[in-house]
């Protein structure tokens, strides 16, 4: 299993209006205080260490551009299946594996996206599943200015986890740096009651990550 079973953090979160422009702004805003708290010694304003630890949140949902501002992500399909295809071998799961296809690209600099986790409505998180190799998910290729690269994330959950699920994209942490207020989008993958039911009693037999997207 790769599931993690503690509660969600508060988050400072930022539902996106239009595509790309209230990131924009949420960012901008964020940027301006902090100049603004320098200019006046911190009297006024300050952020603690854990505070600025903490990501900046960006929503939004299935089929939107989420833009987090050092990078965008679209969630375009979601699927369940038994087991899934990787490379020369098939992995099953005694839960459901649920399969997240998405898009991503950057503004300026090329990144590497980590893999994400999923956010259950009971507020509990899952890693994505260790059973496929990264170098098959959306995490491997480097995302490129002026196009959307698209890919794949896989997540082993119990189906009780469906309903209300959101995906959480984040970049790759970096061990020697610790970036102040890191992005991360956090997309509504739009499984309802109704639709949770159908793909959690209904996955496919088998999905191939070698299929062509």
Do not use: C
């Not at 793909?199 to 088998?206: C, F, I, R, T």
Request: hydrophobic share 40%.
């Amino acid at each position: 299993m790769t599931a993690t079973a503690q509660q969600a953090a508060p988050r400072r979160a930022r539902r996106q209006a239009s595509r790309g422009r209230a990131g924009t702004i949420a960012l901008n805003t964020v940027v301006g205080l902090v100049l603004a708290a320098g200019a006046v010694g911190l009297q006024t304003f300050a952020l603690s260490g854990d505070d600025m630890d903490m990501p900046l949140t960006y929503a939004g949902a299935k089929g939107q551009d989420v833009n987090a501002g050092r990078f965008s992500v679209r969630v375009q399909k979601v699927l369940t299946a038994k087991t899934v295809k990787t490379l020369d071998r098939t992995v099953p799961t005694e839960q459901i594996f649920l399969v997240v296809e998405a898009q991503a690209t950057v503004p300026k600099e090329p990144v590497h996206l980590a893999q994400p986790t999923l956010l259950a409505a009971d507020g509990k998180r899952y890693t994505a599943t260790d059973k496929v190799n990264k170098t098959q998910t959306l995490a491997n290729p480097w995302v490129q200015p002026g196009w959307w690269t698209t890919g794949r994330f896989v997540f082993e959950v119990p189906p009780s986890a469906l309903p209300g699920a959101q995906a959480v994209f984040q970049l790759p942490i970096n061990g020697l740096y610790s970036e102040p207020l890191p992005p991360e989008a956090q997309v509504d993958l739009g499984i309802d009651d109704a639709a949770a039911k159908q793909l959690g009693s209904a996955p496919q037999d088998v999905f191939d990550m070698g299929e062509k997207k």
